[in-house]
C-alpha cells in the first residue's frame, strides 16, 4: 500500500508558476514510477506528466510540454510537478499517482494508488 499526499495548489495569475509535492508514505516509493493527471470541472481527467522509477524517463501531455517538469527525490519519497507560464486552462484538481506503468506511463489504469488532488486556479 501506498499513501500519497499532494500540496502547492493555489491561486495565481495567469503566466506565473506553481510547484506542486506528492508526498509518499508506505511501501518502497523508488519502486513505483509516477504520473500526475489533473481534471478540470465537467471533464475527464487526464494526464499530464509522468517519470520513471529511476527518474531516467519523463513524459509530457502535448498542451503542457515546455511549461510543466516533472521530477523525483527518491531519498525524500517525493515527485514534483514544476508548472511555468501557466494559463487558465490549467485549472484544475491536480491528483499524483504511483504505479508500475510500463509502455503506458499516460494511462490512468496503469496507476494503482491515488492522492486526494490539490486545487490549482490560474485567473486571466
Known amino acids: 500500500q501506498v499513501q500519497l499526499a499532494e500540496s502547492g495548489g493555489g491561486l495565481v495569475q495567469a503566466g506565473g508558476s506553481l510547484r506542486l509535492s506528492c508526498a509518499a508514505s508506505?511501501?518502497?516509493?523508488?519502486?513505483?514510477?509516477m504520473g500526475w493527471f489533473r481534471q478540470a470541472p465537467g471533464k475527464e481527467r487526464e494526464f499530464a506528466a509522468a517519470?520513471?522509477?529511476?527518474?531516467?524517463?519523463?513524459y509530457y501531455a502535448d498542451s503542457v510540454k515546455g511549461r510543466f517538469s516533472i521530477s523525483r527525490d527518491n531519498a525524500k519519497n517525493t515527485v514534483y510537478l514544476q508548472m511555468n507560464s501557466l494559463k487558465p486552462e490549467d485549472t484544475a484538481v491536480y491528483y499524483c499517482?504511483?504505479?508500475?506503468?510500463?509502455?503506458?506511463?499516460?494511462?490512468?489504469?496503469?496507476?494503482?494508488?491515488w492522492g486526494q488532488g490539490t486545487q490549482v486556479t490560474v485567473s486571466s
Open positions: 508506505g511501501r518502497t516509493f523508488s519502486g513505483y514510477d
Open positions: 517519470i520513471t522509477w529511476s527518474g531516467g524517463s519523463t
Open positions: 499517482a504511483a504505479g508500475v506503468v510500463g509502455l503506458v506511463p499516460r494511462s490512468r489504469a496503469a496507476y494503482r494508488y
